[in-house]
């Protein structure tokens, strides 16, 4: 499976995006889904993951009550809602899939990732 991030761009702060990544080769199955995101001069980062075998989600604090992560198995395509949107949320954010019973929280345990898009928030 290849994963396509979009959706990224320059935002006010306080104002909202939504990110896409698409699936292509094959259908999510049952890998789950991450976004990560990835600060200049920071290491990557969890953001948020979606369990597609009982629909839960979960979130950093950062981005808690802020941040949606949804999507449709069946249409191969996860989205990241992004609202009330902080200069502390500018990075390259990056969706993944992972297959496996590792924690959602760890890079290593995604095993294909998409080529990232790019979050600009201004102050």
């Known amino acids: 499976v290849q994963l396509q991030a979009s959706g990224g761009g320059l935002v006010q702060a306080g104002g909202s995006l939504r990110l896409s990544c698409a699936a292509s080769g094959r259908t999510f199955g049952s890998s789950d889904m991450g976004w990560f995101r990835q600060a200049p001069g920071k290491e990557r980062a969890f953001v948020a993951a979606?369990?597609?075998?009982?629909?839960?989600?979960y979130y950093a604090d950062s981005v808690k009550g802020r941040f949606t992560i949804s999507g449709d198995n069946a249409d191969n395509t996860v989205y990241l809602q992004m609202d009330s949107l902080k200069p502390e949320d500018t990075a390259v954010y990056y969706c993944?899939?992972?297959?496996?019973?590792?924690?959602?929280?760890?890079?290593?345990?995604?095993?294909?990732w998409g080529q990232g898009t790019l979050v600009t928030v201004s102050s």
């Open positions: 993944a899939a992972k297959s496996g019973r590792g924690s959602f929280y760890y890079t290593y345990n995604y095993n294909v």
């Open positions: 979606i369990n597609w075998s009982d629909d839960k989600t």
